[in-house]
Every structure is written in structure tokens, then in C-alpha cells.
């Protein structure tokens, strides 16, 4: 079965779905991809399920040679991609030709890309979901959470539509000029007065150290004034403060329990938009009480109805 030929890649262009659930409680976090919205929109441009496998291309790097002809789409990020020596733009589905080269270079605006192809890419599903999570060795084309490599092939079985573009007012604000919403968290009044203050009216530079297990903040320390924890389970986009006083902001391939005290924790249009900041970003955290984020999500769902 033909489809598209890896040429080249990297260790951060991962197979990803919708994610793992139901399973936390064996300590098997969810993974999934990172910009959910993002992927959404890909998988919409080709009719797909929303959390069809697509493929997230981290910072660029990635190659590709089509096999066959093919409608495919791309969301997220602006990494450079060219098809032949065409500037291919996200947000829209595009024909590839059998022998066209498809290539991700670098971060133009934003970290991370969403390449679907019609039906989601083929792979067996581990504990329901194709999702990579190279730490726990899971998922992937193969099962055992490998990244893409040169000389693999990716397939699908779904029917090619005519290509189409998203609508300019449709096109989500990926950057981080808004600040990031925040659900307070259980230990919230256990944090010193000052940091409550600093942590939501001083900004914060996203750090090196940053993966698909978390997002290091660097600013001023935050200071928690509470008992020692004992661990606890922890939900997608927690908002972790260690000794250290700089916040990490935990996503999709995080640990299942932790012991450090809680912030809060992002929204999930907020984490969308932390998964595309490159490290360096400036940002800021603003508070949400919780009835209004769910009204937030519920229209940010409402896009795809």
C-alpha cells in the first residue's frame, strides 16, 4: 500500500490522535496531540473524525515523498512548508502528486504543525489510541512509541476530498499575546500573598526545558507556605510550583501523580495555545473561576458542530 515516504525526520515528529483514557489509574498517561484545536482543524478540513491520527511535526525537520495522489491538510503552526518549491500555507487542505517532495523546515510563527491525511494515518491502536508517548514506549506506527523515522511508510484507507481552505475569521490565534487562563487549584491559598499577585501580574518567559511532558516558567519565584503534600493525581495542564519556585505547567505526556502544590491549571484553549510558544515567549496568566472556562470550552467545541 502506497502513501507517503519518510525522507527525513527527527525525534519531535510524533504519530498522534486524541489521546489515551480511562487508563491513568495503571499509571499510562494519555498523551495525544498537544494543539488539540489545531489537529482538530486538520482532521475537519478532510472530513476526518477530529481526533483522527495525524501527524505533529515539532519545529520542523520532517521530509516526506508522496507515493500516490492525495488531498492532505495542515494546521498549526507556520514551519515553512513547501511542496516542491511551493510555499504551502496552514490552515487549508492541498492535492500532493505521486513524486512530490513535502517538506517542514523551521519555525516560521508558532512550534507546532498538523499534517492529516483523509481518514486519519493507519496504525494499531495501543489501549485504544495511536498516539505516540515515547517515554512509556507506546503507541506509534508500530506500537512500541517510536518516533518517525527515514524509509517508513505512512498510510490511510479514507477517500480523498476536493481540497478546501478555512476561513480567515475561522483561523485560531495561536500566539500567547492573550494571556493564559487559569483554573485556581486546590493548594491556590496556601501560596504567599506576594507570589498570588506576581503569578498573575508579572510575565513569564517560557524556558528551554520544555517537552510534551511539561512547560518550564521562569520568573519570579513563587512561594508555598503549606504542609508537605502527598502525591496526587493530576489533571492535563496543572500548573505545578517545585521547591524552586518556578512554575511547570504539566501537558500530555505528564506523570500521572505528583506531589508538588498546584497553582491551578490551564484551560484547554489556553494549553492550545502554550503548545505552539516557542522558548523564549513572553506570556502571562490571567485567573478564571470555573463555570466560566466551561462556557469557554463549550463554545470552542460548538466550531465543529
Request: aromatic share 6%; net charge neutral; proline share 7%.
Amino acid at each position: 500500500m502506497s502513501g507517503l515516504l519518510v525522507e527525513r525526520s527527527t525525534p519531535l515528529v510524533l504519530l498522534q490522535d486524541g489521546g489515551r483514557f480511562g487508563i491513568r489509574h495503571l499509571g499510562v498517561t494519555q498523551g495525544g496531540a498537544t494543539d488539540w484545536i489545531s489537529m482538530s482543524w486538520a482532521n475537519w478540513l478532510l472530513g476526518n473524525a477530529l481526533d483522527a491520527a495525524v501527524i505533529e511535526i515539532t519545529l520542523g525537520g520532517l521530509s516526506l515523498i508522496a507515493e500516490q495522489d492525495a488531498c492532505l491538510a495542515l494546521a498549526g503552526a507556520d514551519l515553512g512548508a513547501r511542496l516542491d518549491d511551493q510555499p504551502l500555507q496552514p490552515w487549508s487542505s492541498f492535492l500532493v502528486r505521486r513524486g512530490q517532495h513535502l517538506v517542514f523546515n523551521q519555525p516560521v510563527q508558532g512550534a507546532r504543525a498538523y499534517l492529516a491525511a483523509p481518514g486519519g494515518f493507519d496504525a494499531t491502536p495501543v489501549m485504544g489510541s495511536k498516539s505516540t508517548v515515547c517515554r512509556e514506549g507506546l503507541g506509534g506506527l508500530d506500537g512500541s512509541g517510536l518516533a518517525l523515522a527515514a524509509g517508513q511508510r505512512l498510510t490511510w484507507s479514507g477517500t480523498s476530498p476536493a481540497p478546501r481552505k478555512l476561513d480567515a475569521d475561522r483561523i485560531p490565534d495561536l500566539s500567547a499575546t492573550r494571556p493564559l487562563e487559569t483554573v485556581l487549584g486546590a493548594q491556590i491559598a496556601d501560596f504567599a500573598g506576594q507570589s498570588l499577585f506576581d503569578a498573575f501580574n508579572s510575565p513569564w518567559q517560557v524556558d528551554s526545558r520544555a517537552d510534551r511532558m511539561g512547560v518550564r516558567l521562569l520568573g519570579t519565584p513563587l512561594h508555598y507556605q503549606g504542609k508537605p503534600l502527598i502525591s496526587e493525581g493530576i489533571p492535563l495542564g496543572a500548573i505545578q510550583v517545585p521547591p524552586d519556585g518556578q512554575p511547570i505547567i504539566l501537558l500530555n505526556d505528564r506523570q500521572t501523580i505528583g506531589g508538588y502544590p498546584r497553582l491551578g491549571a490551564l484551560t484547554p484553549g489556553s494549553l492550545a495555545r502554550l503548545a505552539q510558544c516557542l522558548p523564549g515567549t513572553e506570556l502571562r496568566l490571567s485567573p478564571v473561576v470555573q463555570d466560566v472556562a466551561q462556557e469557554q470550552h463549550r463554545r470552542l467545541l460548538a466550531q465543529w458542530q
